[in-house]
T-cell receptor, first 113, second 116 residues
Framework: DAGITQSPRHKVTETGTPVTLRCHQTENHRYMYWYRQDPGHGLRLIHYSYGVKDTDKGEVSDGYSVSRSKTEDFLLTLESATSSQTSVYFC????????????FGPGTRLTVT | AQSVTQPDIHITVSEGASLELRCNYSYGATPYLFWYVQSPGQGLQLLLKYFSGDTLVQGIKGFEAEFKRSQSSFNLRKPSVHWSDAAEYFCAVGLILTGGGNKLTFGTGTQLKVEL
């Protein structure tokens, strides 16, 4: 248990509405990540953060933005949700040897109708 | 860009039988390699990792993996599978970032079914 919580755990929303997912960690980790998981694609990196207010894009960042105003929280926002963003979203932190090991939260299942 | 291939989408083994899950990677330098397991409805759990050194690495739950540079492979093995090992398994390669930390690229996963 890497002390990661995600909220909400489940959400159903309508196309075009904004959605914010929250990742919260309790152990002061510097690196945080957002992935999405879809059948046949494994997990794909959306955005990551290497410190407060320091973020960068991953491979599937279009339609997503992130913010990190304090160490413990990393927010993922879908400005205008689309059906293609229906997915399971995982947050992760980096820890362990050289901070190269990533540990995952329980996930948020998002359905966009 | 790095990539990971897991050629087997589904594998079924009998309880007590041995298991090998295949993983091939593409990466320009010495890779950092990982295996994760995901039980239904759960997050991912790190099974084991390879950074350098001994090419045979041991992980949790009795799993091991062998790094073979010549074959660009990092196959996961277990001598005797238990019914509780039924899950989805993901191989990943890490790209080290200049400022520290890394970005993971995952394979598409192998779903393991265990027959009793």
């Amino acid at each position: 248990d890497a002390g990661i919580t995600q909220s909400p755990r489940h959400k159903v929303t309508e196309t075009g509405t904004p959605v914010t997912l929250r990742c919260h960690q309790t152990e002061n980790h510097r690196y945080m990540y957002w992935y999405r998981q879809d059948p046949g694609h494994g997990l794909r990196l959306i955005h990551y953060s290497y410190g407060v207010k320091d973020t960068d894009k991953g491979e599937v960042s279009d339609g997503y933005s992130v913010s990190r105003s304090k160490t413990e929280d990393f927010l993922l926002t879908l400005e205008s949700a689309t059906s293609s963003q229906t997915s399971v979203y995982f947050c992760a932190i980096a820890a362990g040897t050289g901070t190269y090991e990533q540990y995952f939260g329980p996930g948020t299942r998002l359905t966009v109708t | 860009a790095q990539s990971v291939t897991q050629p087997d989408i589904h594998i079924t083994v009998s309880e007590g039988a041995s298991l090998e899950l295949r993983c091939n990677y593409s990466y320009g330098a010495t890779p950092y390699l990982f295996w994760y397991v995901q039980s239904p409805g759960q997050g991912l759990q790190l099974l084991l990792k390879y950074f350098s050194g001994d090419t045979l690495v041991q992980g949790i739950k009795g799993f091991e993996a062998e790094f073979k540079r010549s074959q660009s492979s990092f196959n996961l093995r277990k001598p005797s599978v238990h019914w509780s090992d039924a899950a989805e398994y993901f191989c990943a390669v890490g790209l080290i970032l200049t400022g520290g930390g890394n970005k993971l690229t995952f394979g598409t996963g192998t779903q393991l079914k265990v027959e009793l």
